[in-house]
Structure formats: C-alpha cells, structure tokens
C-alpha cells in the first residue's frame, strides 16, 4: 500500500501539471519544432510473422495443432455438429469450436475429457486439490448422465497465435491424463 501511495504521490502532480500545461496552450497539439515532436518513435516489439497468426481458428487449424502436438485427430460429427476426437495416455478427449456465426467465424474452443464415474465419490476438498494441483486447467463438470467431465473453454476473439493454439491443445491433453488418475483414485 504504502508503494501505491508514493505512486500516486508522484502521478497526481503530473497529472495537474499536464493538464495545467495542456489548458496554458488552448489545448493545442505540441509544436513540430520542440524535442519531444522530433523524437524518434519508441521500439515497439516486433510482431509475430503473418503465418504464425490465426484471425480466426477453423477445426483444420485445431486438429493440425492435436497431430503436430503428437496425438492422433479424428474429425467427426454429432448432433452439435463437427469436432476433433483424440487421446492422450490412452484418455479420450475432443476439442470443438463454439459461439460460430454463419460465416463459421467462431468465439471460443471447447476442450472436454471423456466421462467418468469416479472411484470414490468425490468431495469439496478433492475437487480444491484437483484445481490446485492443475493450476485450473479444468473445470470438473457433472453432467445430466451422472459423469464427470473435465472441461476447458477458451476465447479465441480477435485471433490467436499457432504457437498459442499447440500449447493450449497440448496442456489440456496433459491434463486429460491427470484428470483421468484423479478419477480413478
């Protein structure tokens, strides 16, 4: 607290002082002739080369981010429509897109485990753990038919990196393994 107060401290009389500065010039904009105006631009970082950027992610996209990762992708279609079916560690999980529009521009990714009847009933505590231990990956999630199942949604508005989409396809295949061993203790 005290290192927020020495901040505004010092901000708040920038803060007059600008726009005292800004109200002594009728608000007009810096002379082309002062050295703030000849400045060179700061370095910004570079971006990310073009074919590294996704402006929308298409299930072609996502199931070359599952096979590059190393894990066989099936597409397949249910009642919700297409989807990408895989495994990790012998454990089902399937990826989908959601929130599309009709030109199949889409909002987010839905990650999602097989189902599973846990071993032992489970409990507030070990639900805390599960979250701890996996940083919160994944939400556990019951199900109308009685399951659980481990759930990852991610918005994907404005675009997203390759690189981006192959750590998150792989981290959720790790997790499915974990979530697997956590409900068959």
Not at 42 to 48: D, F, G, L, R
Not at 75 to 86: E, H, L, P, W
Not at 144 to 154: A, L
Request: hydrophobic letters at 40%.
């Amino acid at each position: 607290m005290a290192r927020f107060a020495r901040v505004l401290a010092f901000a708040f009389p920038l803060v007059l002082t600008g726009a005292a500065c800004a109200l002594a010039q009728n608000n007009a904009p810096p002379a082309t002739n002062t050295p703030a105006a000849n400045a060179p631009a700061t370095a910004s970082a570079p971006a990310a080369p073009t074919s590294d950027l996704l402006a929308t992610v298409t299930l072609d996209d996502v199931r070359d981010a599952v096979l590059n990762g190393g894990y066989r992708a099936q597409v397949k279609q249910d009642t919700n429509g297409d989807y990408i079916a895989s495994a990790s560690g012998g454990q089902n999980f399937f990826i989908s897109l959601g929130g599309c529009d009709d030109k199949k521009v889409c909002k987010s990714i839905l990650f999602e485990t097989g189902g599973w009847t846990p071993k032992t009933p489970l409990t507030v505590d070990a639900l805390d753990k599960f979250h701890s231990d996996n940083a919160g990956w994944v939400g556990v999630v019951k199900y109308s038919d009685g399951k659980y199942y481990g759930d990852y949604r991610v918005s994907i508005v404005g675009g997203v990196t390759k690189a981006w989409l192959q750590y998150n396809v792989e981290a959720f295949a790790t997790t499915a393994e974990d979530f697997a061993a956590f409900m068959q203790k």
